[in-house]
């Protein structure tokens, strides 16, 4: 068998579990089993595989068929141009938290900030500010141990673990300290509606990082409310929330003595992300 042939016969079962993007999968796939670029794959199709190869591909295509996510199948997915490694235990990183760190880093390039991250899972956000932010430090906490590992080696291979502190610590538990920026990717999926998630993040992705309790507001709502004490005068507060939140949020972070500065928009036109500042 092939190389073509394989990975035919790969996005074929994929596509039977009407998976979308079965031919993709099949080559990522492919290309993991061979350690090989997707592209040096696809130039090469007449290679020959041998049996260790067709058993490796074809366990791997078994894990996708089950709606595993490719991210945790390669153990890493990429965020900000650069990849992070991730696990069962940390949120995949998703490309709207992106616009949560394109904006950031125009408000404080060239500062020199601290930043705490609430729910740092594999660290991706505070990392990729960190990368561009080459004066700062940050503090990265979350409820789950073996995500702050993950976030550790990703601090550690971009060379950014010198000005970073992981904690594994709930935010209630954060005391006598004051930042000027606070980021969050909350969990923030209303718990009624965590079954009408795809069957990749329900049953792969972890559901503490997901399910934000009532009208997926709880998380969010403590973490406004810590935010007054752990945040400078005219400090930030960057949130990314879900679809349908902008205006609970707003009024939330305006009874609790915050501006909103920004809205920022995904492609979609929803508001996926708010900027504000602490007045008082
Ligand atoms: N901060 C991480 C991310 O944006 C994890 C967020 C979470 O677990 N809710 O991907």
């Known amino acids: 068998m092939n190389a073509l042939e394989l990975l035919n016969s790969g996005s074929d079962k994929l596509q039977r579990q009407k998976i979308r993007s079965s031919r993709l999968d099949s080559e990522i796939l492919l ?11 696809l130039v090469k199709l007449e290679r020959v595989m041998n049996r260790g190869e067709i058993f490796a591909f074809n366990d791997l295509i078994q894990r996708r068929m089950r709606k595993e996510p490719i991210a945790y199948i390669m153990k890493e997915k ?33 500062k020199k900030i601290s930043i705490l991250d609430i729910g740092t899972g594999s660290g991706c956000i505070l990392v990729s500010l960190l990368i561009e932010l080459p004066n700062s430090i940050g503090v990265g906490i979350d409820i789950s141990r073996k995500a702050i590992e993950i976030a550790r080696k990703n601090a550690l291979l971009y060379g950014v673990d010198k000005r970073i502190k992981f904690l594994t610590k709930s935010i209630i538990k954060l005391h006598n300290c004051k930042f000027d920026l606070l980021v969050s990717n909350p969990p923030y999926i ?3 509606k965590i079954r009408n998630l795809d069957d990749g993040i329900k049953k792969f992705e972890p559901l503490v990082a997901l399910n934000g309790g009532n009208d997926g507001l ?63």
């Open 31 to 41: 290309s993991k089993v061979l350690n090989k670029k997707r592209e040096e794959v």
């Open 218 to 280: 709880d998380v969010i709502k403590k973490v406004i409310y810590k935010a007054k004490e752990i945040l400078k005068i005219n400090g930030r507060l960057a949130l990314e929330i879900g679809n349908d939140q902008s205006k609970k949020v707003s009024k939330e972070l305006k009874i609790n003595n915050f501006i909103i500065e920004r809205y920022i928009k995904d492609y979609k036109d929803n508001t996926r992300c708010l900027i504000s500042k602490l007045i008082k």
């Open 78 to 110: 990429e965020f900000w141009g650069k990849k992070f490694e991730v696990d069962k235990n940390t949120l995949i990183p998703r490309p709207e938290t992106e616009l949560l760190i394109e904006k950031l880093i125009k408000i404080y390039k060239y």
């Open 190 to 192: 209303d718990k009624k």
